[in-house]
């Protein structure tokens, strides 16, 4: 539909056609002009712009049979001068584009003025991954040890019976999977200081951590989740409020944030310029990990992170940070020695592998894992990036965190005598990029590789890399990964993990994913 307003126009655009003398040229009469303008401008669509151009063809030769030929004094018009004709068009352009913008009109090929501010991504991923174990041969290699308990799974049913035997991680059985990861994000943009996101996301189960579905469940239909829902206030220029599920806020790598997290919190960031590209920036949060409505004991992060960003020399850019996260509540509280169950509410929410624990049940029947150590972390991050070949980048990152607050060797074994795991507070990591920054078209490719080491308790295995040792602390290795733009935002990838752990008994993996790759 369009405004009654334009009704007068296209019905005169229309009768100037009609009007026309037989022998006057109609495709360079104002009237088609006017319909051309109306498709162009959106208001009526070009099929019904030629059905008005040809029922006007039919009227005009209609009349022109009932009507005597012109007599001598009878002024004939057979054209309209360039000069009108280019001020008719301009002056009719400019009102229709006015009233598109004001009158609150929808043309066919149009949208309101409400849908603007709306902008929708996504992206696609499908994946195979291969995860292979060494295999145990005495003459040359020992193997994994098969029976690491899965204390995720302990807690996940309140404990268990030590005679009934625990649920353990596969550490031997070479695992082939097909995968898929769906995002579709909505960002609007309200006014010019308010704005907020949406993003869903597939995913195997609601951790933080992954978004990949697993196929291979009878085709049951998959859940979709709620990855994002925020709202970010921009009062000023550099000045951003922001709170809800969010995007990570923080400069870090993936050894402290797995890729994938969207921290829930409230987070404000500042940002200065110094002139040019440069600037200096700070961001501080407020993060609820679990609300113990009954006993007040609720676990949450503060953090704080400032650094600065710019290009330092030509073709050189620099971007360092240094963060701290300070935790509490974190640590699990040992039961009394009576067999009592009352601290069993500081049982961590979740747990991956890798970080100190202890058996919080004294009764010496059942096991529910606690967390040994807290967590205060000090986290800097640097990278130094060189544009100097074009639109190929070479980006260098080094990545250091240490937890401060790391319990010590004799106050773990006070909590768990039969303790074999060294506490280790550090971890780091180096890694190289080549390549494009984004691979958005045919030929565009990105190379990586790195090396990582993080110990037992240097960051929350809940939240480190989901994917490097199949995710956790208390393992070193090092990863390749690669990228070849194949089509318009389409690519094909490989990547490559090697990992071994560093106290525990012996787990090692190695991981292959080829990736399939698409994004709007």
């Known amino acids: ?111 309101p003025d409400w849908l ?4 929708i991504s996504g992206d696609f991923r499908l994946r195979y991954q291969g995860e292979f174990f060494p295999k145990s041969d005495p003459l040359h290699q020992i193997g994994n040890f098969p029976s690491f308990p899965d204390f995720n799974a302990i807690n996940a049913a309140r404990g268990v019976t030590n005679a009934a035997g625990f649920p353990i991680i596969n550490s031997t059985i070479d695992r082939h999977r097909v995968r898929y990861r769906a995002r579709l994000g909505l960002d609007a943009k309200i006014n010019d200081f308010v704005s907020v996101g949406l993003q869903l996301a597939s995913g195997d189960d609601a951790g933080a951590i992954s978004t990949n579905k697993t196929l291979g469940d009878y085709f049951n239909k998959d859940q979709i989740w709620i990855d994002r829902a925020f709202i970010r206030l921009t009062p000023i220029k550099g000045v951003n409020l922001i709170g809800g599920r969010i995007p990570n806020p923080f400069v870090s790598t993936d050894m402290v944030w797995d890729p994938d997290i969207n921290p829930e919190g409230v987070v404000l960031n500042l940002e200065h310029g110094l002139g040019g590209d440069r600037s200096i920036f700070a961001t501080a949060g407020y993060f609820p990990l679990q609300e113990n409505e009954i006993f007040g004991r609720d676990r949450r992060f503060y953090a704080g992170q400032v650094g600065v960003r710019g290009t330092v020399i030509d073709d050189v850019h620099v971007e360092a940070a240094a963060a701290y996260y300070d935790y509490q509540n974190i640590n699990s509280i040992k039961n009394a020695p009576d067999g009592s169950r009352l601290n069993d509410y500081t049982a961590p929410g979740a747990l991956a592998k890798g970080n100190s624990l202890f058996n919080m049940r004294t009764d010496g029947l059942t096991t529910l894992a606690g967390l040994a150590s807290d967590f205060n972390l000090l986290n800097v991050t640097g990278a130094i990036t060189y544009t100097g070949f074009g639109d190929t980048r070479v980006r260098l990152t080094g990545d250091i965190v240490r937890n401060l607050a790391l319990i010590s060797r ?51 295995d809940i939240f480190t890399d989901s994917d490097f040792g199949l995710g956790g602390t208390d393992v070193k290795g090092y990863l390749i990964e690669g990228e070849l733009g194949i089509y318009k935002n389409t690519s094909i990838g490989v990547n490559w993990y090697s990992t071994d752990s560093i106290e525990r008994a012996p787990f090692s993996v190695d991981v292959l994913q080829l990736n399939l790759s698409t994004r709007f």
């Open 1 to 111: 539909m369009f405004s009654r307003r334009f009704m007068p126009l296209l019905l005169a655009g229309t009768a100037l056609v009609a009007a026309q003398p037989v022998h006057a040229q109609s495709t360079d009469d104002i009237g088609v002009e006017i319909l051309q303008l109306l498709v162009d401008e959106g208001v009526i669509p070009a099929q019904k712009a030629q059905d008005l151009l040809a029922k006007a063809k039919v009227a005009a030769e209609l009349r022109r049979q009932r009507e005597a030929p012109p007599s001598a004094t009878t002024i004939d018009v057979s054209y309209v001068p360039e000069a009108t004709r280019v001020e008719l068009r301009e002056q009719i352009k400019k009102e229709v584009i006015a009233e598109a913008k004001t009158g609150g009109w929808i043309a066919p090929n149009s949208m």
């Open 116 to 119: 603007h501010g709306l902008t």
């Open 410 to 460: 004799a106050d773990l074994l006070r909590l768990d005598s039969n303790s074999l795991i060294k506490p280790g507070a550090l971890g780091w990591q180096v890694r190289l990029d080549v390549g494009q920054a984004h691979v958005t078209k045919r030929g565009d490719w990105r190379f990586a590789a790195a090396y990582k080491r993080v110990e037992t308790d240097a960051v929350l």
